[in-house]
Each structure stands twice: as structure tokens, then as C-alpha cells.
């Protein structure tokens, strides 16, 4: 029963969550969003579409923890400059800031097909090095 609650009821961040997610552009290649977290905030149940995506941290920020239906995933500490590629895939969770520490970051989704999809996310810190 709570499952299925929680697939039925993911909507849009746009419209669960505005105080967090901001269209900021979009056209047919790609969707800008800034994406806004304060101390200790916790987003309603939200959803993101299929689109890989490059998240840009604008700040630091610490640990968030993000709830889907099946999985529960840490984020861990981010800084400011440090991207991250996404293969994309359809998302409905929460979010909660875990620390006193603000997170903003842009989400890039890109609306193109991809011609060779990574297997894992692979991020970019700001000193140009790689984790995958």
C-alpha cells in the first residue's frame, strides 16, 4: 500500500517541491534547473524525468540523503566547481539535507540522444579529476 502511494504520488519538482527546483531555461536540447537546498530541508515527494543529465555544484554542501522507492543513496559531501554525468533514469524521491550547510547546484537535462551512455555516473572535482 505505501509503495504504491509512493509511485502514484511523485509529481513534478516544479510543482512538489518549487521551493527547491527552478526552471531557469529550456528549449528541444535542454532543461536548466537550479536546485536550492537549506539547512536541514527535506523535500516532498518529487519526481525527475529519464534524462541524463550534468549536475554543476555552485556551492559546497554536505551530505543529503535521498529516498526512492527501492533504494536509499547518501550523496556525499560536494564542492563548489565539481560536475557530475548522469546516464539518466526516471527518479521519484525525497530529499533531505543532512547538514547546517546550504546546497545549490544546476541540473542540466539533456533532451538529445546520447550516442555511448556510461555505465555508472561519473563525476569531476574541481581540480579535474575523475570518479567513476
Do not use: C, W
Not at 526512492?68 to 548522469?86: C, D, L, N, Q, Y
Amino acid at each position: 500500500m505505501i509503495l504504491t502511494a509512493f509511485v502514484l504520488l511523485a509529481q513534478s519538482a516544479f510543482t512538489a517541491a518549487p521551493e527547491h527546483y527552478t526552471l531557469e531555461f529550456e528549449n528541444e536540447y535542454v532543461r536548466v534547473v537550479r536546485v536550492r537546498y537549506g539547512p536541514h530541508e527535506t523535500s516532498s515527494l518529487h519526481e525527475h524525468p529519464a534524462n541524463p543529465a550534468v549536475y554543476v555544484y555552485t556551492t559546497d554542501g554536505g551530505e543529503m540523503l535521498f529516498v526512492h522507492e527501492k533504494m536509499t543513496i547518501t550523496r556525499k559531501p560536494v564542492a563548489a566547481g565539481a560536475i557530475r554525468f548522469s546516464g539518466g533514469a526516471i527518479e521519484k524521491h525525497t530529499v533531505t539535507n543532512l547538514t547546517g550547510q546550504a546546497s545549490e547546484y544546476f541540473r542540466l537535462e539533456l533532451k538529445t540522444d546520447p550516442i555511448d551512455r556510461p555505465g555508472r555516473d561519473v563525476r569531476l572535482d574541481p581540480k579535474g579529476e575523475f570518479e567513476n
